[in-house]
């Protein structure tokens, strides 16, 4: 197994959306013992520590489309520096949340050092609201619309490009929650998508086959995991935001987490949402650290 040097980056962000509690998901995916479990395997883990998040003061936008729009944007600029950064040390850059509107920041960071890079998508839901399909304001089910370049114009241009990503090497698995405009998104763009009706029927392995080739037969040259704990079912991951129940079993993300593993496809991560508040005895961060072990190689036997 190739041994790598990973950079730990921090997001405590929970203006993404409007629920309070998922800024304290790195502290808990750290006291669940992320970095003795990755050392253990063997990998080099350096902890960058925090991404500074704006205090937030309602004052400043009372009828804004946006939930929190000026904040996110503060942080998504200072994460995509920072994943920038580590990648430029040849660093394999993990990314912890908060919610997942983080994600705008860590793609933007990725984008340009990829010019064909693939993203699976392991999530509830599928994030391609647009402040004009959104149901909520919520910057976190917006994630991916924004980082295929459709979105706030602020939003989309992090990083002065879009876009980051294009949406032809999008996978998403677990979806069960998508709301109407993100279902015509899908259509209009052909995004490649796994619901749970397809892990049912075809099973987690052939998913996860399909997943992979779908991503090499578009020639990307590194692929980015985005793993929203809410994409587990939530009698495994009760702290989460928004919960859907009838989602992917424990066993099935540790297969897919290990499948992703033995492909040496992936080359950045992020794991997001998790919710301390909500949490059982800090359960669903440690679901977050077991499966960080399946994706970078940890073994039974």
Not at 40 to 56: L, N, P, Y
Not at 76 to 83: E, G, R, T, Y
Request: with cysteine; proline share 5%; hydrophobic share 40%.
């Amino acid at each position: 197994m190739n041994k790598l040097n990973i950079s730990l980056i921090g997001v405590p962000m929970d203006l993404g959306q409007a629920r309070r509690g998922v800024d304290m998901g790195p502290s808990a995916i750290r006291y669940a013992g992320v970095i003795e479990r990755l050392e253990a395997i063997g990998h080099q883990v350096t902890d960058e520590g925090d991404i500074k998040i704006a205090s937030f003061n309602s004052k400043t936008e009372p009828h804004a489309i946006l939930r929190n729009k000026k904040e996110v944007l503060e942080a998504c600029n200072a994460l995509a520096n920072k994943v920038n950064e580590v990648m430029e040390n040849d660093q394999f850059p993990l990314v912890l949340g908060g919610d997942h509107s983080i994600a705008i920041g860590t793609l933007a960071g990725l984008g340009d050092r990829y010019e064909n890079l693939g993203v699976i998508w392991y999530d509830a839901h599928a994030d391609l609201n647009t402040g004009e399909t959104s149901p909520s304001g919520n910057i976190h089910g917006m994630p991916l619309a924004v980082s295929i370049g459709l979105g706030d114009d602020d939003l989309v241009n992090i990083r002065d490009f879009a876009p980051k990503i294009k949406p032809e090497n999008v996978v998403i698995i677990g979806a069960r929650s998508v709301d109407p405009g993100e279902r015509e998104l899908i259509k209009e763009k052909g995004i490649k998508v796994f619901t749970m009706h397809e892990i049912d029927k075809l099973g987690m392995t052939e998913v996860m086959n399909q997943a992979m080739w779908y991503l090499k037969d578009r020639n990307v040259n590194g692929v980015h995991l985005s793993l929203d704990l809410d994409g587990l079912d939530p009698l495994f991951t009760p702290g989460v935001g928004t919960p859907v129940p009838g989602g992917i079993t424990y066993r099935e993300s540790h297969l897919a987490m290990e499948m992703l593993f033995s492909s040496k496809m992936i080359t950045s991560a992020e794991f997001v949402e998790v919710n301390p508040i909500l949490d059982e005895q800090n359960k669903t961060a440690d679901v977050a650290v077991a499966l960080m072990g399946s994706l970078f190689g940890e073994k039974l036997v």
